[in-house]
């Protein structure tokens, strides 16, 4: 929550129980819907190049002003605008997460992935969750019938992986003389684009379901390796995975399944590697919660994948005894960043 309360109000509302608590989330629930309608009606890439007039934005963004004024004064009460006089301008937070701006990380596809498919989601399937532990059909499931959201998902990870990137290329070394490598429910891509242009002997296969194919063709384009990147539309479960790959990376999808799935998953995997190939298997997990902001927003993750997928974030303690029983060694794990680490491993 970008509002911050003062001493006065932590006291009143947090520590003497004065005040009711709860409003902080509403307000921040506010926030979180006003900043979303901003970023997808263009406020902030407007204001990237300085301070603009209510009016003047009106008139650009074709808005009604009366509507677009209490958005702009809502969103300054909030961390996301600053205002001089009639004059307004994106925050320095605005600017670094929410714009394009040189050396910002443009968390915006995220936010609105969650307003507007995962939130929709909760609303649908919460009393099935909690009438009987999962949704009737999940998310997934879902996305097949509307690609537009299911773009907006996988444009969503697309931000996510942007903040993981580096710690991520850091952690995961390509073995040596590597040219295959196999990106397991891949989705956008981006990892194999950035492992691809880091390593100019790799080419890369991003297997995924089809309604992720869209933005995993526009990601492979825009980071200039569209010919090096190669999409494959399947069920990983089910059909072929291929052979001999050097590297195969298994991000962000254990926590969509239970302990036998993943068991299977990653023999299936092990199975689609040549001799010596290496797998790296990414995920959120309790242990990387180490401050009350992260604790909470793995406890928000593992309550949605609940939501939308009827499984949750996996007791890392497993993972290795999954990896060893579907044939690998020498696995070691690694921190990738807040939230998340790496656990990577040979095949024989
Ligand atoms: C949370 S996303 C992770 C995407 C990417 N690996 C990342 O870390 O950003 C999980 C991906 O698994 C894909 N997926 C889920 N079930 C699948 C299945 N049975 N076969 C292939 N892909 C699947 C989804 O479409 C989605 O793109």
Known sequence: MPV???????????????????????????????ATTAYEHGVFAELRDGPRTAFDLAQ??????????PLLDFLVTTGYLDRDGIYYENSTMTTRWLTDAPASTDVGPWLAMWETVVFPFWTTALDDVLATGEPDRTLYETLTEDP??????????VATAELALD???????????????LDVGGGHGR????????????????????????????VAAANAVGDRVRFEAGDYFADDLGSDYDLAL?????????????????????????????????????????TPAWEAALAFLNLNYHITI????????????????????????????????????ERD
């Open 167 to 181: 710690g991520v290329l850091d952690a995961v070394a390509v073995p040596e003389g590597a040219t295959r490598l």
């Open 250 to 290: 298994v991000f962000n999808v254990l926590h969509a399944h239970d302990p036998e799935e993943n068991r299977r998953l990653l023999a299936r995997v092990h199975d689609a590697l040549g001799s010596g190939g290496r797998i790296a298997v990414l995920d959120q997990f309790a242990s990387e919660a180490r």
């Open 148 to 157: 537009e959201a299911a773009s907006a998902v996988q444009r969503g990870f």
């Open 60 to 69: 650009t963004l074709d808005a009604h002003e009366d509507g677009l004024r």
């Open 4 to 34: 911050v309360p003062n001493t006065l109000e932590r006291l009143a509302m947090l520590r003497l129980n004065r005040a009711p608590g709860p409003v902080l989330d509403m307000v921040a629930a506010g926030a979180f819907r006003a």
């Open 191 to 218: 990892y194999a684009a950035a492992f691809v242009a880091t390593t100019p002997t790799l080419t890369a296969t991003v297997f995924d379901r089809p309604e992720a194919a869209a933005v995993a063709r526009e």
């Open 310 to 345: 009827g499984a949750g974030i996996p007791d890392e303690a497993t993972v290795p005894e999954w990896l060893t029983d579907a044939g690998f060694r020498a696995v070691r794990r690694e921190s990738v960043g807040p939230g998340i680490a790496v656990f990577v491993a």
